[in-house]
């Protein structure tokens, strides 16, 4: 058993792709999205007529992979997602060679102390697929929705 529980998200940022062809590519929806040019929808009149400068894409992985197998470890999870990356490489490669970056977001829940463990074989595909990674480590548990 896991001494936490977390979430992995995909983020990522382009200068100028349509939020909507990132969501049909990868299969799921974001939590957030907008696109390069859009008007920011900043609830203070201070934003004025300011225009974001980029797409922004964040969408956490889908959860049936994580849910279907109970502590699934953190590793597995980033290889689903890697896998899902890699199902359309062309699309991929543009992106990035148009400007995009990518990121994996692991968000970990739970005890101060616990061992995070990543396999070369996942770091090798991290890096084929050139998506970074980031870490946040809460010391509390999460809220269940």
């Known amino acids: 058993m896991s001494d936490f529980d977390y979430t992995v998200s995909l983020r990522i940022r382009h200068p100028s792709i349509d939020p909507r062809e990132l969501t049909k590519k990868l299969g799921f ?7 390069a040019g ?3 929808r900043d609830a203070s009149s ?11 894409w964040l969408g956490r992985l889908p ?4 849910e279907a197998i109970p502590d699934l470890p953190v590793d597995n999870a980033l290889m689903f997602a890697l896998l899902r990356i890699q199902r359309s490489q062309a699309f ?4 990035l060679t148009e400007g995009g970056t990518a990121r ?4 970990i829940f739970g005890a101060e ?3 995070l463990d990543l396999s070369p074989s996942t770091l090798a595909m991290l890096a084929r697929c050139r998506v970074s990674i980031s870490v946040d ?3 509390e548990l999460r809220a269940v929705a």
């Open 104 to 107: 994996l977001i692991i968000e």
């Open 38 to 40: 859009e008007r920011k």
């Open 137 to 139: 480590v809460h010391t």
């Open 29 to 35: 929806a974001p939590q957030y999205s907008w696109c």
């Open 63 to 66: 959860t049936e992979a994580i």
């Open 46 to 56: 201070d934003a004025g007529d300011a225009r974001y400068r980029e797409t922004y």
């Open 113 to 115: 102390d616990f061992t």
């Open 92 to 95: 991929w490669n543009l992106l």
